[in-house]
């Protein structure tokens, strides 16, 4: 099977976050996103100690990887990402996303990642200044700005936490995808697509509607709508 590739920065993208979906039957969560014609599905990683939560680790990757061909976009809230990222990726992870508040050499981190096969993301809690990453946004393939405290769904949108989002835009350019993770749903995405996201991670949005197919498809035109609203 062809490795999937992260898309190009410069559409917007539905990422459907599983971690408010039923675990127990996580194949069929991925045949259904995959049907609403998703490119990619956002995996969170927790560890019990980075965040007060603990979710999946590499073997349910890897057993998830024979049942998808989307993009596996594996957010790690784990306080040792450079000790698990080569089981991830030998998992099946395609993109690893590592937070800067746990890194102390960003990019030797993100060189290894490159030299795995995958692409690496850098991400910001919503307490951290975007100087965090100044020096290494740039090497990086993708920028998550966390826009709840990161460990659980459903929460709240911080709107200070999403301001920053024109800060990253503006530091990394056209050509790095910029992710917003937390609170995101019809109202939100909006907001964000405006400061400069082009990749919209949605749990709770999607997972608590019956329809998961309209409700991938209702983020995809309120975010529609308000880029030929920009445009009038
Ligand atoms: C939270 C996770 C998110 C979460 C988002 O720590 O990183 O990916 O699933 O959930 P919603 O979209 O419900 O805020
Ligand atoms: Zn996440």
Known sequence: MAKPKLPKAGTVEINPSILDSDFARLGDVLAVIEKAGVKMVHLDVMDGHFVPNITIGPPVVEKLRMHSKLFFDCHLMITDPRKYAPMFIK???????????????????????HDKGTTAGLCLNPETPVKAIEKVARLCDMILVMTV??????????????????????LVGPDIRVEVDGGINVE?????????????????????????????????????????????
């Open 91 to 113: 998992a099946g992870a395609n993109n690893l996303t590592f937070h800067i508040e746990v890194e102390k050499r960003p990019a030797d981190l993100i060189k290894m990642l």
């Open 149 to 170: 405290h990161p460990g659980f769904g459903g929460q709240k949108f911080i709107t200070a936490a999403a301001k920053k989002v024109r800060v990253v835009r503006q």
């Open 188 to 232: 939100t995405a909006p907001t964000v697509v405006d400061y400069g996201a082009d990749t919209l991670v949605a749990g709770h949005a999607i997972f608590s509607k019956k329809d998961r197919i309209a409700a991938i498809n209702a983020l995809r035109r309120s975010v529609q709508q308000a880029t030929s609203n920009g445009r009038d």
